[in-house]
């Protein structure tokens, strides 16, 4: 594999852990604090899950901002790196929406939290992590036209 591809897939994993911990975070800490069943944690997280929509074009154009990079090489940067920063983020989401509930002793316990996984995961449905995956999408594909016009003015 090539230094440049290997170092734009790292990118997207970089973007989508930042982005995925980001939002996991917030439902997390969000649905232990706010809600007092577990029905309504998974109901938050589903909803704060559509953040990522959001937060994952939003840390792309950061790193771009911090790594310019040639008008040539911008599109093909935001075409490789928006499978793993989707992909990565969904994973890194899951992990503190799962743990926070069990950490501040919310009704998760280590007998039952398969079945939390399974009510996390149901609840966000394949419309919502489509949803998400489709409009990052065109959020890169907007940060790339955003950077090549700086770039051309």
């Not at 990118?11 to 995925?20: C, H, Q, T």
């Not at 917030?26 to 990522?52: E, H």
């Not at 792309?60 to 928006?82: E, G, H």
């Not at 009704?107 to 399974?118: I, P």
Request: no cysteine; hydrophobic share 60%.
């Amino acid at each position: 594999m090539s230094p440049f591809l290997w170092s734009i897939i790292r990118s997207g994993a970089r973007i989508g852990i930042i982005s995925g911990a980001l939002v996991g975070l917030i439902a997390g800490f969000a649905g232990s604090l706010l809600t007092s069943s577990l029905s309504d944690n998974v109901a938050l997280a589903a909803n704060v899950f559509l953040l990522l929509a959001i937060s994952l074009p939003l840390v792309f154009y950061v790193s771009l901002v911090n790594n310019p990079i040639t008008d040539n090489q911008t599109q093909v940067r935001a075409a490789v790196t928006w499978l793993p920063a989707v992909l990565l983020s969904v994973v890194v989401f899951m992990m503190p929406v799962v743990m926070i509930p069990f950490v501040l002793n919310k009704g998760v316990t280590f007998e039952n939290s398969s079945n939390w996984y399974a009510q996390v995961f149901d609840g966000l449905g394949l419309v919502r992590v489509l949803l998400v995956a489709v409009i990052s999408a065109l959020g890169f594909a907007l940060v790339v036209s955003r950077a090549q016009k700086q770039n051309y003015s």
